[in-house]
């Protein structure tokens, strides 16, 4: 084997035209998303200067994302999930629109503005089950870990040059502009949805009717539970991208580039324990390792709210990036391996409408609490009970400490010539 065949496998992108298709067109859409999620927070700041109400911006993506990921779940078990990505993707370009023309009407109700946030988020979370399952179904059984490898690395690229560049859009050309990036990204990600074949749940002989039991499973197995558990304890108490403006008012000026660092700094740790994620692939006691990064992401953020100097806060912050980056690959691959095939759809609905609203929710927590006292006292304390909850969730979960992967096959013994 090559050395280039042991950093990144690009079948899926030569060998698969819908795929490569949709890559491009989800990669460019996340970007978009990375954009807007910037522009969202500095036109609330600068609406209200409140960071109760940047806060709410994650209640206004955290709730529809619970709601219409878990409808999603069950829908992409029962209907043609091309045609259900479509019409969510239609909803979410006429969304992006909407926010596009907002802004460049003057708009000053920042409750129209979160309005336009949460029908995004609610087409998004509609879809979002259905287009997890495209990789399978797109492409040979082989190739399917290497396309989600492809999607992870697309998508940390967008978390770092996305927000960095949205400060620059910001500064030079304002809110219209950074919308109606996201607006042509998703005009593109539709194109590319809308030239997929119909992929029909069920194994060839028409729709399936989804079977009892799914949502159980989350609960039934402490494996999982403790896994979801230990994600939902990390960002719903020590998100701190509802912070940012605040910190970045209070102690570097209110500089729009510094906003966009503070986003790209967090991409960077994750593509960094990205690239070294084969020592954690091979990790045999994975339930620990998604533990302790979990840890260390309270403690990272919690050091992000002390660190005055700018190099110290944005090494807080990769570090609390590469943590997160870890706990997510650990769990991902605990739940596909932990949950019965039947019910995998809806447990990863379940995973997903968690990792989306656990963050916003934690975000608006992080915004009241600032409201109340402070966006220093909101990070650190954020950051030590992510920990503390993280220390709990091990403590009352043995199966998920002691959890090992199954062991790869032994080679076959040569029989003696």
């Known amino acids: 084997m090559s050395w280039r065949d042991r950093v990144l496998d690009l079948r899926p992108l030569r060998r698969s035209r819908p795929f490569r298709e949709l890559w491009i067109g989800s990669s460019l859409g996340a970007f978009g998303h990375q954009v807007a999620t910037v522009a969202v927070l500095a036109q ?17 993506t955290g709730v529809p994302m619970m709601l219409f990921g878990l409808l999603g779940g069950t829908l ?7 045609t259900l990505v479509r019409c969510t993707t239609t909803g979410q370009l006429l969304a992006a629109a909407g926010l596009s023309a907002q802004a460049l009407a003057g708009n000053r109700d920042v ?12 087409c998004a979370g509609l879809g979002a089950p259905a287009r997890r399952t495209f990789p399978v179904l797109l492409l040979p059984a082989d190739q399917v870990a290497a396309g989600l490898a492809l999607q992870n690395i697309a998508f940390q690229a967008a978390m770092l040059v996305g927000p960095a560049l949205a400060g620059v859009v910001l ?32 194994t060839g002989d028409g729709p399936r009717r989804p079977q009892r039991g799914g949502w159980r499973t989350t609960w039934q197995r402490p494996t999982i539970r403790g896994s979801l558990a230990t994600d939902l304890a990390a960002t719903a108490l020590a998100m701190p991208m509802a912070l940012f403006p605040v910190i970045n008012e209070l102690r ?28 954690i692939t091979r990790h045999r006691r994975s339930g620990l390792v998604q533990l302790g990064a979990a840890f260390v992401w309270g403690l990272a953020l919690a050091g992000f709210g002390l660190a005055a100097p700018l190099w110290l806060a944005l090494g807080c912050l990769a570090v609390a990036g590469a943590a997160d980056t870890t ?12 949950t019965p095939d039947e019910h995998r759809g809806r447990v990863s609905s379940v995973e997903h409408v968690i990792g989306f609203a656990g963050p916003e929710l934690g975000n608006f927590r992080g915004g009241a609490l600032a409201a109340l006292w402070s966006a220093p006292v909101a990070l650190v ?28 096959p032994a080679e076959p013994v040569p029989e003696p010539t």
């Open 44 to 60: 609330v700041w600068d609406l209200t200067r409140s960071p109760l109400w940047t806060g709410a911006i994650g209640l206004a």
């Open 76 to 82: 992409a078990d029962a209907v043609n999930r091309t």
């Open 111 to 122: 409750l129209l503005l979160l309005a336009l946030v949460a029908v995004h988020t609610a």
């Open 171 to 202: 500064a030079g050309w304002g809110y219209p502009a950074a919308y109606a990036v996201q607006a042509g990204s998703a005009a593109v990600a539709l194109a590319a949805v809308f030239r997929l074949p119909a992929l029909l749940p069920g």
């Open 252 to 279: 570097y000026g209110g500089d729009p580039s510094v906003l966009g660092l503070f986003f790209s700094a967090v991409a960077v740790g994750g593509i960094a324990a990205g690239l070294l994620s084969g020592a």
């Open 327 to 338: 706990s997510v690959i650990t769990r991902a691959a605990l739940i596909q391996l932990e």
């Open 381 to 408: 304390a954020g950051g030590l009970s992510a920990a503390l909850a993280v220390a709990a969730v091990a403590a009352t979960h043995r199966p998920l400490r002691a959890y090992r992967p199954p062991a790869p």
